[in-house]
T-cell receptor, first 112, second 115 residues
Framework: SQQGEEDPQALSIQEGENATMNCSYKTSINNLQWYRQNSGRGLVHLILIRSNEREKHSGRLRVTLDTSKKSSSLLITASRAADTASYFCATDVNQAGTALIFGKGTTLSVSS | GAGVSQSPRYKVAKRGQDVALRCDPISGHVSLFWYQQALGQGPEFLTYFQNEAQLDKSGLPSDRFFAERPEGSVSTLKIQRTQQEDSAVYLC?????????????FGPGTRLLVL
């Protein structure tokens, strides 16, 4: 079963525009992470936000976390064609806090 | 090592055939994870090792799936009597200690197609 649900499922924008993806989850978490997956490649870790944090930045990425609503958002500013990929949120919810539970992902297409 | 590596990258198997998928984690990483990713879906957890100990295998879909990590480094995921529904990308990940705050580093995956 999958814990997170990303929204939208697909997003198409022009280079230079901002892209916002949302993730909702069901149970209490330790951390929430965002990963990127390019076609034919493995998952690349983007950013981790702890359950006691509300916002985090990394370069052109901004992640927010609202534990009361059990939701997170990933904002990519000034998008580039190279940002074209699938983006997944992942949470760790089991007792040991080790296995990641992924959502179905948002497919982002950035056209030049 | 430079990163997590997996082999083979692609595998085509006839239904009923046994397959073995290999994962080389980052050198020194204690924790190793296997995930299964069906087309258009996010990865789903299969099993987790801490060194050579398999601490969680709750995600293995059936007893046809078996994983081992005998020396606490390289791991093998074996699927016996493959079925068409086993077709997926199998991802391996490793992390330093498996703590909640740690990043899991993923390999490129093995794409398995069962005909």
């Amino acid at each position: 079963s999958q814990q997170g649900e990303e929204d939208p499922q697909a997003l198409s924008i022009q280079e230079g525009e901002n892209a916002t993806m949302n993730c909702s989850y069901k149970t209490s978490i330790n951390n929430l992470q965002w990963y990127r997956q390019n076609s034919g490649r493995g998952l690349v870790h983007l950013i981790l936000i702890r359950s006691n944090e509300r916002e985090k930045h990394s370069g052109r990425l901004r992640v927010t976390l609202d534990t009361s609503k059990k939701s997170s958002s990933l904002l990519i500013t000034a998008s580039r064609a190279a940002d074209t990929a699938s983006y997944f949120c992942a949470t760790d919810v089991n007792q040991a806090g080790t296995a990641l539970i992924f959502g179905k992902g948002t497919t982002l297409s950035v056209s030049s | 090592g430079a990163g997590v590596s997996q082999s083979p990258r692609y595998k085509v198997a006839k239904r009923g055939q046994d397959v073995a998928l290999r994962c080389d984690p980052i050198s020194g990483h204690v924790s190793l994870f296997w995930y299964q990713q069906a087309l258009g879906q996010g990865p789903e957890f299969l099993t987790y090792f801490q060194n050579e100990a398999q601490l969680d295998k709750s995600g293995l879909p059936s007893d046809r799936f078996f994983a081992e990590r005998p020396e606490g480094s390289v791991s093998t995921l074996k699927i016996q009597r493959t079925q068409q529904e086993d077709s997926a990308v199998y991802l391996c990940a490793s992390s330093s200690n498996g703590l909640p705050q740690e990043t899991q580093y993923f390999g490129p995956g093995t794409r398995l197609l069962v005909l």
